[in-house]
């Protein structure tokens, strides 16, 4: 029986910031031993929080990083939801957290006990659903206008990395509701310049696009390389319990899913920031990935 490394956790940690109808929390976890820890910052879709995403933030720690998670005001514990005046410019405060995050990331590690053991030349994104188009935006997408205009350039350029996790595509083809509501999900990402890792669920069907599971593919099929896509299998929109176990959003259940998701985006950001440039292609090309999953590269 193969013993898990230990990991340990850490919350509340306030993170100075402007422009929020409440203070800016993380909760950061890592592994209990180790030193030059690569970092990954997480942004959870709508509605979570920094507690939420358990299943995979532990096998990220068990693997040698540490992951910091902010709760955006969209969380239900804020209480912000689509009806709130305030809900169509929270996207531009989810920015703002990342990169606030990023300004103070040296005091966060240091709060939480590893200001030398975290490596802070090595930092990547990582988001789902919503998260993954915050992410999206920090790695050089942009926002466009109802008219097709885009915003401007909110980008970090000292991320080496990122991972879009059942990201929203393009807004050409918004439900009504969506529309409405939601009128920031319109993501440009021709100018996505920054290596990524897209991941999508074959099955995933938003009640928010009119069409089908490859809305979830545009963060690849429409941005620059160097760009690489796992399309999971029998995957739905948290793809088999990524937010958690047994919470009601997941549909389609299955923690080998979720360990495929998670061992994924290790092996890809642990070659991404040059700790094992083998990593990913060993991953992609095992077997058991091939059966699961369909991996497409963009040089």
């Known amino acids: 029986m193969t013993t898990q490394p230990l990991i340990t956790a850490v919350k509340p940690v306030t993170v100075p910031s402007d422009g929020r109808d409440a203070p800016l929390e993380v909760k950061v976890t890592a ?29 990220w720690a068990a693997a040698g ?30 920015v703002a957290d990342l990169h606030a995050v990023l300004d103070h990331l040296g005091p966060v590690l240091e709060t939480a006990g590893l200001a030398g053991r975290a490596d802070r030349t090595r930092v990547a994104l990582v ?75 074959a099955e995933d069907r938003s009640r928010m696009s009119t069409r089908g599971p490859d ?18 299998a029998g995957g739905e929109h948290t793809l088999g319990g990524i937010a958690g176990e047994a919470v009601a959003e997941t549909t389609d259940t299955d923690p080998d899913r ?7 985006v290790v092996a890809y950001l642990r070659a991404s920031l040059g700790l094992d440039r083998a990593a990913w292609p060993r991953f992609v090309e095992d077997p058991e990935t091939v059966r699961r999953a369909r991996h497409d590269h963009e040089d």
């Open 258 to 264: 979720v360990a495929l998701v998670a061992d994924a």
């Open 31 to 59: 592994p209990v031993d180790g030193t030059d820890l690569p970092v990954i910052v997480f942004s959870h879709g709508n509605a979570w929080s920094m507690d939420a995403y358990e299943p995979l933030v532990d096998r």
């Open 127 to 201: 988001g789902h659903s919503w998260g993954a188009q915050t992410v999206g935006t920090l790695l050089g997408a942009r926002v466009l206008s109802a008219e097709g205009v885009a915003g401007e350039d909110l980008s970090r350029p000292d991320v080496r990395a990122g991972v879009l996790i059942a990201a929203t595509g393009t807004g050409d083809s918004l439900t009504p509701f969506a529309e409405e509501h939601l009128p920031f999900m319109r993501p440009d990402y021709g100018s996505m310049t920054a290596p990524a890792l897209v991941v999508a669920g």
């Open 65 to 94: 990083f540490v992951v910091v998670q902010p709760t955006h005001l969209d969380s239900r514990r804020v209480g912000i939801g689509f009806g709130d005046p305030r809900f169509g410019t929270i996207w531009r405060v989810r």
């Open 215 to 232: 809305w979830f593919l545009d963060a690849y099929e429409l941005s620059p390389a160097p760009k690489d896509l796992l399309v999971v």
